[in-house]
T-cell receptor
């Protein structure tokens, strides 16, 4: 069975500083990994995803995540954050389940708070 | 495209009342999901559907029922609301690809308070 652990419930950081949001997963089979972002009072939207191939994936707004199979991790990083990056970030894992469906499991979320 | 829409956006119920939350998607997605989001708990899957006329239980199904009579709609019902069901409810949809992964598209949420 798949599970996701986001190690930090809250990460405060100053503007223009680097940030890393940690995500570890457990699964017995090959997985697909996702990071979603939730801005205040909105639904979740996909930030980036790892399906296969290069272990480093990037988003259009400067975030990147690296898939590390040996450490079962998919940490999210950004070298310089902006105030507008303040949001809740969710890591999710999807593996093949009953009947061939892929139902994602979400972590509990990390609240990124960027201070001026 | 409107994407995924949810009705209503806000609702206040008294304990024991019933209500139905409506989710609609216009992307012709096969899969639809209902989640609840509570502080510190992340997203928890209530029920999901992998196609019209089919539903399955998720992690926290008790106290909820669902129906998927049309491909584009997924209804979540609370037969007898309890204060523990106070939460923000999100609907999502996705479609399986040849690779099998599921990128989900989320609605804006319904904030439900049960007094």
């Amino acid at each position: 069975a798949q599970s996701v652990t986001q190690l930090d419930s809250q990460v405060p950081v100053f503007e223009e500083a680097p940030v890393e949001l940690r995500c570890n997963y457990s699964s017995s089979v090959s997985v697909y990994l996702f990071w979603y972002v939730q801005y205040p009072n909105q639904g979740l939207q996909l930030l980036l995803k790892y399906l296969s191939g290069s272990t480093l994936v990037e988003s259009i707004n400067g975030f990147e995540a690296e898939f590390n199979k040996s450490q079962t991790s998919f940490h999210l990083r950004k070298p310089s954050v902006h105030i507008s990056d303040t949001a809740e970030y969710f890591c999710a894992v999807s593996e093949r389940g009953v009947g061939g469906s892929y139902i994602p499991t979400f972590g509990r979320g990390t609240s990124l708070i960027v201070h001026p | 495209n409107a994407g995924v829409t949810q009705t209503p956006k806000f609702r206040v119920l008294k304990t024991g009342q019933s209500m139905t939350l409506l989710c609609a998607q216009d992307m012709n997605h096969e899969y639809m999901y209902w989640y609840r989001q509570d502080p510190g708990m992340g997203l928890r899957l209530i029920h999901y559907s992998v196609g019209e006329g089919t539903t399955a239980k998720g992690e926290v199904p008790d106290g909820y029922n669902v129906s998927r009579l049309k491909k584009q709609n997924f209804l979540l019902g609370l037969e007898s609301a309890a204060p523990s069901q106070t939460s923000v409810y999100f609907c999502a949809s996705s479609t399986p690809t040849s690779g099998g992964y599921n990128e989900q598209f989320f609605g804006p949420g319904t904030r439900l308070t049960v007094l």
